[in-house]
């Protein structure tokens, strides 16, 4: 009886181990650095920042998801062109978590021209590879010009306080409800989910979702300039 009452005993001081509900998917988050080359050294800049004709800028980019990234450039004269992949990558746009890519893909910058106005950039993201091949870059149509492309404004307290010329309709933003995407674009059958979350840290752009991402989503980063 004694042995049989020390067997329980021990049996009872076995900790049960509880059971584990999977762990919660983790929320898709995208950071997007903007940078201005100054003095021969790259430099993060407000996203809104608004900057001079020859200025050279580039974009970091970096997720904390496996997926596909396709960047492209609209700018101020009504020309359309391809910053990620690379032509000489042809269409393979994957990305992997945690690591940095570089846009433009195949220089070290893209040089400020045109009139002044602002360049929108599309930004087109995947964690899953598009179900259809996107149409080539000749494919697009110049879109119509909204007034508020037309000339960058500053903000005057921005100014006051520290001297930079920021446009606060500039940087990172949805895509508005009802404006065309480019043809290339819209044909991947992208959405713009209103529950994406775009934030500012420092000089660093957030663009999260709440819910993990099933499919392509887009958004758009204005570049002011004079």
């Known amino acids: 009886m004694r042995s049989s009452l020390l067997v329980a005993l021990a049996l009872a001081a076995v900790p049960v181990r509880a059971q584990t509900e999977p762990a919660a998917p983790k929320p898709h988050r995208m950071e ?48 359309y062109e391809r910053l990620f992949p690379s032509e000489e990558a042809g269409r393979d746009n994957h990305v992997t978590a945690g690591s940095e890519y570089t846009v433009p893909a195949t220089r070290a910058a893209f040089r400020i021209a045109g009139p002044a106005g602002h360049e929108t950039i599309y930004w087109l993201v995947s964690p899953v590879e598009l179900s259809v091949a996107t149409p080539a870059l000749r494919q ?47 044909a991947s059958g992208a959405v713009t989910p209103r529950d994406l979350l775009i934030m500012r840290e420092e000089n660093t752009t957030v663009v999260a979702s709440p819910n993990p991402l099933t499919g392509p989503v887009v958004y758009e980063f204005r570049l002011a300039h004079r």
């Open 32 to 79: 997007i650095r903007l940078q201005r080359l100054e003095g021969g050294e790259w430099k993060s800049v407000d996203p809104g920042l608004v900057f001079a004709r020859d200025d050279r800028v580039r974009f970091h980019y970096r997720a904390n998801f496996d997926g596909f990234l396709y960047v492209m450039n609209y700018s101020s004269s009504g020309q």
């Open 140 to 186: 697009t149509t110049p879109k119509a010009a909204r007034p508020e492309d037309l000339m960058p404004r500053c903000d005057d307290e921005i100014l006051r306080a520290r001297g930079d010329c920021i446009d606060s309709s500039a940087g990172p933003r949805g895509v508005p409800n009802g404006d065309d995407l480019p043809r290339n674009l819209a």
